[in-house]
């Protein structure tokens, strides 16, 4: 089952930051937190993944928390392209199976 | 850039019949993965696999389920009697490390 819990739906509106949640209250101390995307029925896109430290890369940031039971996704400038679902993604050893929740269903408003 | 390809893009079979999906992972992966995702539904893990053996499996990967890395380049999810209820994209992943990398799916119809 998912570890995280995830709002189900978020507006944004474009060229704006979105700032997405996460709960992880569960984490464990070797585990990793990874975001996903998927637009319309296309595969999951990867966007980032951290342990502890924030994260940024070409696509967004993540922000942990220092006790690590939340994270937020940041994507700083949004566009139209970026409407789609988001997964928040809690996982230990590679190799382990990804726990796809529900996700947050975002759009982005021109 | 290197991506995950997967053939067909849609299959369309039916009822008992065996499908077999095929997968080109990104190709210096060791990590390769099958999920599913029934229309409107979530992303279901089906099973993993690393150094030519099945490394966890869930619930849902029974023995109608086999996977084969039958060369170097390709992995392959069979289905040996489909169900209706089989009908659902399916995804294969690989990866190196700790990043998952997608494929588009296959859309398997079961009529």
């Known amino acids: 089952d998912a570890k995280t819990t995830q709002p189900t739906s978020m507006d944004c509106a474009e060229g704006r930051a979105a700032n997405l949640p996460c709960n992880h209250s569960?984490?464990?101390?070797?585990?990793?937190v990874y975001w996903y995307r998927q637009i319309h029925s296309q595969g999951p896109q990867y966007i980032i993944h951290?342990?502890?430290n924030n994260e940024t890369n070409e696509m967004a940031s993540l922000i942990i928390t220092e006790d690590r039971k939340s994270s937020t996704l940041i994507l700083p400038h949004a566009t139209l392209r970026d409407t789609a679902v988001y997964y928040c993604?809690?996982?230990?050893?590679?190799?382990?199976?990804?726990?796809f929740g529900t996700g947050t269903s975002l759009t982005v408003i021109p | 850039e290197p991506e995950v390809t997967q053939t067909p893009s849609h299959q369309v079979t039916q009822m008992g019949q065996e499908v077999i999906l095929r997968c080109v992972p990104i190709s210096n992966h060791l990590y390769f993965y099958w999920y599913r995702q029934i229309l409107g539904q979530k992303v279901e893990f089906l099973v993993s696999?690393?150094?030519?053996?099945?490394?966890?499996k869930s619930e849902i990967f029974d023995d109608q389920f086999s996977v084969e890395r039958p060369d170097g380049s390709n992995f392959t999810l069979k289905i040996r009697s489909t169900k209706l209820e089989d009908s659902a994209m399916y995804f294969c992943?690989?990866?190196?490390?700790?990043?998952?990398?997608f494929g588009p799916g296959t859309r398997l119809t079961v009529l």
């Open positions: 696999f690393y150094n030519n053996e099945i490394s966890e």
């Open positions: 951290g342990l502890k």
């Open positions: 569960t984490i464990s101390g070797n585990e990793y």
């Open positions: 992943a690989s990866s190196l490390d700790r990043m998952e990398f």
């Open positions: 993604i809690v996982r230990g050893n590679t190799g382990n199976q990804f726990y």
